[in-house]
């Protein structure tokens, strides 16, 4: 079995305030291989970005990786490595488009200078092939112009121009995995789906996997080759995105699905999952989702369920897996029961 590029197994990152725990990443595992898109879904507060900045060991106090976690990238083991080998991992091996390019990007120097640096941190290039470089790459990120375009500033360009700096900054070293968190928010659709187009040439023209961090199941339909579905903190279903997306089995991806609006089908109203995600220095007993599930019951509120296997290649963390009958019974959520007996 060839050996997956990154294989993340058992990954912890828990921020203490004083005598508060917030375990916002709680036990996740899961491996990408070379060439592959795998996507990470789930709301706000789920862990996606937490996990994502965990592999690239920029976590700060006061969140730490725990001890058991486990990232080996290429054979190596991320977390036993130096801050100066990290370094050398970071923007060269594996690189990260953040969800906010104005916030990413470094108001007071040009786009050309911004990308050029990072060649220049990695390699022996000089200061004029650097800047070559980074004109090729803004060219292969689609920027209209790439010369007259390395000399402006971030505030001169649009959203969707600053998105491609971001773009050409990651990939100017040709990392082999490349992390994609949000990397289409505050677009509007026709950007959109031109960066989503962009990612996928680069990525089948430079040979990398893309972790893509995601709250849009259309985009993961459009790109992903896996999925990973996120809640509370941990991982609670995955499998190959035609599965995943076809047949649901987690109520929660359940959930997500019945959410997202159809052109096949005509509804009155979205369906919409009750309630919110519990804060993470509280996560529930027994399953994280049984308060805001309408299959939940007495074995959920006691038993944290495990991964189960549901297909091949197809795992989620639901006890209606070893009790497929709960779903035909007519539920509410356990939350409204509660309260309906008090």
């Known amino acids: 079995?060839?050996?997956?590029?990154?294989?993340?197994?058992?990954?912890?990152?828990?921020?203490?305030?004083?005598?508060?725990?917030?375990?916002?990443?709680?036990?996740?595992?899961?491996?990408?291989?070379?060439?592959?898109?795998?996507?990470?879904?789930?709301?706000?507060?789920?862990?996606?970005?937490?996990?994502?900045?965990?592999?690239?060991?920029?976590?700060?106090?006061?969140?730490?990786?725990?001890?058991?976690?486990?990232?080996?990238?290429e054979g190596r083991e991320l977390l036993a490595l130096s801050e100066s080998e990290m370094r050398e991992?970071?923007?060269?091996?594996?690189?990260m488009?953040?969800?906010?390019?104005?916030?990413?990007?470094?108001?007071?120097?040009?786009?050309?200078?911004q990308i050029a640096e990072v060649v220049r941190v990695h390699t022996d290039a000089s200061r004029h092939e650097a800047w070559e470089r980074a004109i090729e790459m803004l060219a292969l990120a689609g920027m209209s112009a790439p010369r007259e375009r390395a000399s402006e500033y971030p505030h001169q360009l649009s959203g969707g121009m600053r998105q491609r700096v971001m773009i050409a900054m990651a990939l100017v070293l040709r990392p082999a995995l490349l992390i994609a968190d949000e990397p289409t928010t505050a677009l509007d659709v026709t950007i959109q789906a031109q960066i989503l187009e962009l990612l996928q040439r680069l990525q089948q023209q430079f040979g990398m996997a893309v972790l893509l961090i995601t709250h849009d199941l259309g985009v993961v339909a459009e790109v992903a080759d896996r999925v990973v579905v996120m809640y509370g903190g941990e991982v609670v279903e995955t499998g190959t995105a035609a599965t995943v997306l076809r047949a649901p089995h987690h109520p929660y991806t359940e959930g997500l699905m019945s959410a997202m609006p159809r052109l096949d089908q005509r509804t009155e109203r979205l369906v919409t999952i009750p309630g919110v995600v519990p804060p993470s220095t509280a996560w529930p007993s027994g399953c994280r989702f049984r308060d805001r599930c309408s299959y939940a019951w007495e074995r959920c509120e006691v038993e944290h369920p495990p991964l189960y296997a549901v297909g091949e290649n197809h795992e989620s963390r639901c006890h209606i897996a070893v009790e497929p009958l709960r779903r035909a019974e007519p539920h509410i959520p356990l939350a409204a029961r509660v309260g309906a007996d008090q």
């Open 89 to 95: 991992i970071r923007g060269n091996r594996i690189a």
């Open 1 to 73: 079995m060839t050996e997956p590029l990154l294989a993340v197994s058992d990954l912890r990152t828990y921020f203490h305030d004083g005598g508060a725990v917030a375990r916002a990443v709680d036990g996740v595992s899961f491996d990408i291989a070379r060439g592959e898109t795998v996507a990470v879904v789930g709301e706000s507060g789920s862990g996606k970005s937490v996990t994502a900045l965990s592999i690239l060991r920029l976590i700060r106090t006061p969140g730490r990786i725990e001890p058991a976690s486990s990232m080996m990238f």
């Open 97 to 113: 488009i953040f969800q906010e390019p104005m916030s990413a990007l470094n108001p007071v120097l040009t786009v050309g200078e």
